[in-house]
């Protein structure tokens, strides 16, 4: 085994036995006037007014709140756990009778629940920021066997998150970059070559690109002219990967 390939391995290794999951919310936070930890904050966060999130707070057996309290976790699990109690299995924070995607607000990380309302509802993939993509295409990855490790933020490697997949006695290795990109943006080749090109340095056994759009008539030539060496999932890729997660839950 080469050198390059054996330290690819030792730090997918370390990383999975030291690493405990701490995805962060899906949405990006929306700004508010409120000092932050208060109810009124909180209640800007979800896209609610203070009033109705008080109201359900009651609901919860947590009556006579007030926008200026400080919410103490102990708040936000007891309402959580009315709120799956009555809306199960889905953990929502608020439920309209018919909710836009912006109403839909999670309080946890990325759950099978929370992959199980994606499956129902795909199309809130675009209104996540694409740090919380990468994070959840890392988990949906993790459902399908694979060992993942996500690289950091910062950084910028030509991928997002290294992968290994066991097939018996021997590992294969991967490399996958996310895109998360409106439908119409299509990935182009450049995307393709670029990775491609990792995958040569990094000497692991292929790359896949991932993303909530579609590729190039141009991309897909390329891929066809490297062969295995590169896979592409699209929106479709992912609809079918939530939907297979929701099945196998249910």
Known sequence: MRR????????????RKATTYTFRPLFPERSSIHPRGTLAHFADQIGRTS???????????????TPSLRLLEEHKEQLLAYLRAKHSPAAVLYEE??????SFVVVQDVTAEIMAHLAKEPQLLYQLAPRKFEELVARLLE???????????????????LGRIKTGPASLLFLAEC?????????????VRGLYGVTEIQKVNYGLIVTTSTFTRDA???KLRIGPRI????????????????????
């Open 4 to 15: 390059s390939q054996q330290k690819l391995f030792d730090q997918l290794e370390q990383r």
């Open 51 to 65: 009033e109705a999130l008080i109201a359900q707070f009651a609901e919860a057996g947590l009556p006579g709140l």
């Open 97 to 102: 009778q018919d909710p836009s995607p912006l």
């Open 143 to 161: 459902q399908q066997g694979c060992d993942v490790t996500l690289t950091k933020a910062t950084r910028d490697g030509g991928y997002d998150i």
């Open 179 to 191: 895109k998360r990109y409106a439908p119409e943006n299509k990935v182009g080749v450049e995307v």
């Open 220 to 222: 897909k030539e390329e």
């Open 231 to 250: 896979q592409l999932a699209e929106y479709d890729d992912l609809c079918s990967w939530l939907a297979s997660t929701s099945r196998s839950r249910a």
